[in-house]
């Protein structure tokens, strides 16, 4: 046998045998990383809706809303959580995002993945920065207005009900965050609002 047949069989046995490794190594995994998505997900809900009992995930037009439901002596809807994804100043930004039944405030946010800048832009996350209230940025957005539409503005407090503050030398990623919640909130307003209208007819 040549040698180049010999290298051709060991290659395919090495290939086989790591094909095997990997394939038994997934199903053993994946199970673990999907139940802990699910754990995850179940947390960011729970963080941006008020108290609930259960929540009930719909679909609607590709987009899927989670809907807090209190179980007490009749069933009341009193929040709609989804995620909401767009682009930041380096990349993807994936919020999770709560709001009211009707639509006019948020009840909260929760950053669910981010590649801002370290230091500037992280700080839509976290500010370390700020002792008293680390989470300040995202805590500006509960019980905000949502309309007309969310406002960013710079180097002062918020006078309006819909307006949030800038984070200092983070400016795009703020409007960043501002830009997904508008376009989300109203897309879900839309949908579920239409939805709700089809059910009952």
């Known amino acids: 046998m040549s040698t180049t047949a010999k290298m051709i069989i060991v290659l395919t046995v090495i290939t086989i045998f790591s094909g095997g490794i990997l394939s038994t190594w997934d199903g053993v995994t994946k199970p673990k990383i999907e139940a802990y998505k699910l754990q995850e997900l179940k947390k960011a809900?729970?963080?941006v809706l008020p108290k609930y009992d259960e929540y009930e995930e719909i679909h609607i037009d590709g987009l899927t809303l989670y809907?807090?439901?209190?179980?007490t002596d009749t069933t009341q809807t009193v929040g709609i959580a989804l995620e909401a994804v767009g682009n930041g100043f380096q990349g993807k930004i994936s919020i999770m995002l709560g709001l009211f039944p009707d639509f006019s405030e948020i009840s909260g946010i929760k950053i669910l993945e981010q590649?801002?800048?370290?230091?500037?832009g992280t700080k839509i996350v976290e500010d370390p920065s700020n002792k008293e209230d680390p989470y300040w940025f995202s805590n500006q957005f509960k019980q905000l207005k949502?309309?007309?539409q969310i406002e960013v503005i710079k180097n002062v407090k918020p006078s309006k009900p819909a307006e949030i503050q800038a984070i200092t030398g983070a400016?795009?990623?703020s409007k960043a965050v501002v830009t997904i919640l508008n376009n989300h909130i109203q897309l879900a307003?839309?949908?579920?609002l239409s939805n709700s209208k089809s059910q009952i007819q």
């Open 45 to 47: 809900i729970a963080e």
């Open 67 to 71: 809907i807090g439901k209190k179980t």
């Open 115 to 120: 590649i801002e800048t370290p230091g500037l």
């Open 146 to 148: 949502t309309e007309p």
């Open 171 to 173: 400016t795009i990623s």
């Open 189 to 192: 307003k839309k949908n579920y």
